[in-house]
Structure formats: structure tokens, C-alpha cells
T-cell receptor, first 115, second 115 residues
Framework: DAGITQSPRHKVTETGTPVTLRCHQT?????MYWYRQDPGHGLRLIHY???????DKGEVSDGYSVSRSKTEDFLLTLESATSSQTSVYFC??????????????FGPGTRLTVL | QQQVKQSPQSLIVQKGGISIINCAYE??????FPWYQQFPGKGPALLIAIRPDVSEKKEGRFTISFNKSAKQFSLHIMDSQPGDSATYFCAATPDSGGSNYKLTFGKGTLLTVNP
């Protein structure tokens, strides 16, 4: 998975609780992304980062916040989890310096269940 | 709104057959079209990609056909094997400076290849 780890891999939580998912990369890639994957919806971008402390919203950002204090870590926070945020969350990375294969590399995913 | 429409949602093919997955887009600014393959419990991984300056790209048993005027592209899997059983996503992006951030994904096709 191209030097990308996600933690935790599985989490069950209750409605209203805060949740933080972590993405860690060892590739020194500039760009990092958070997606959610739901049946019938494919992959939808939540937030992305184009550098340390530089982040922007994606397609489905409501209810989520992110932080990136160093190149290797990108955190996704659900301030008050809701059942609609039950999903599989993927982190991805990409790098402007990738020459022949401009692409995003995905982590193994985190399965989050909000009861 | 940027969209990529993918069909079919699911596909069952016999071993040795040809699998065909189609995608259509509306945004004429898109100029990089990757396909991702995802096995159960794993993150998506780049399979093959094409830019609109060519009409076809082939890598082994996998071929992308691209029709710029129709704004359509498709993935053909020749001699389909049970090991090809996976979910396939098409995607598109305006390739700004080679970073290919903010990919827009289709909703995915679940391919099952029967032995």
C-alpha cells in the first residue's frame, strides 16, 4: 500500500462521540486525501491537503475536519459522529514529483460504524 | 457539477470472456483518465490510465478505449480470469501541473468472473 498506514483499521462508536482517524505516510508525498466509500456512491472526496497546514474541502466535507501538522500525518476528525458517517474511509497520497505514473496511492482503509 | 457516470453497476463474465466497463463524463477540462481496481478489504490501486491525446492504451490484457468527441472511455479486460474479480472504478481529473489531485470517481463496477 505504498507506505501508507491508517489507524484504527476498525472502529465502532456511538452517535455524538468524537472520532479521529489517522493516516500516516512514509513516502514524503505532498498531497494527502481523505475519501469515504459507500455502496452505490463510489469514492467521494472529503478533504485534501496540498502541504503542511494547507487543506481544502472536497465534495462531502460537512461534519468533518482535518489537520496536517507534519508531512507524514493527515488526521480526519468527526466532531460528533452520526450514523450517516458509517462508512469505509480511505486515505490517499500523491506527489507532484511522480513523473511517469501520476496517480493517487490508497491506504488499506478504516471501517467506521456509528451506532 | 463534475460527474463521471459508470456502467454497468455489476457484471458477470465467464472465464476467458471479455469484460467491458463504460464511463462517460461531461467536463471537457478533464484530461487524465485512470482506472482503479479494488479487491475486497483493500484500497483501490491504479490499473491503467490514459490521456486524451491517444484513442487507445493497452497493458497486457487490459485496454482503455477513449472517444474524446463522445466524452466516453471504456475498460476492456480480455481473457477475463477469476483473479480479475474485483470492483473497478473509472476516474477523471483536470491534470493541473501533473498533480492529478481532486479525482472524480465513477460509482464502481463489481466484476465477477466465473471459472
Amino acid at each position: 500500500d505504498a507506505g501508507i498506514t491508517q489507524s484504527p483499521r476498525h472502529k465502532v462508536t456511538e452517535t455524538g462521540t468524537p472520532v479521529t482517524l489517522r493516516c500516516h505516510q512514509t513516502e514524503n508525498h505532498r498531497y494527502m486525501y481523505w475519501y469515504r466509500q459507500d455502496p452505490g456512491h463510489g469514492l467521494r472526496l472529503i478533504h485534501y491537503s496540498y502541504g503542511v497546514k494547507d487543506t481544502d474541502k472536497g465534495e462531502v466535507s460537512d461534519g468533518y475536519s482535518v489537520s496536517r501538522s507534519k508531512t507524514e500525518d493527515f488526521l480526519l476528525t468527526l466532531e460528533s459522529a452520526t450514523s450517516s458517517q458509517t462508512s469505509v474511509y480511505f486515505c490517499a497520497i500523491s506527489d507532484l514529483r511522480a513523473s511517469s505514473t501520476d496517480t493517487q496511492y490508497f491506504g488499506p482503509g478504516t471501517r467506521l460504524t456509528v451506532l | 457539477q463534475q460527474q463521471v457516470k459508470q456502467s454497468p453497476q455489476s457484471l458477470i463474465v465467464q472465464k476467458g470472456g471479455i469484460s467491458i466497463i463504460n464511463c462517460a463524463y461531461e467536463n471537457t477540462a478533464f484530461d487524465y483518465f485512470p482506472w482503479y481496481q479494488q479487491f475486497p478489504g483493500k484500497g483501490p490501486a491504479l490499473l491503467i490510465a490514459i490521456r486524451p491525446d491517444v484513442s487507445e492504451k493497452k497493458e497486457g490484457r487490459f485496454t482503455i478505449s477513449f472517444n474524446k468527441s463522445a466524452k466516453q472511455f471504456s475498460l476492456h479486460i480480455m481473457d477475463s480470469q477469476p483473479g480479475d474479480s474485483a470492483t473497478y472504478f473509472c476516474a477523471a481529473t483536470p491534470d493541473s501541473g501533473g498533480s492529478n489531485y481532486k479525482l472524480t470517481f465513477g460509482k464502481g463496477t463489481l466484476l465477477t468472473v466465473n471459472p
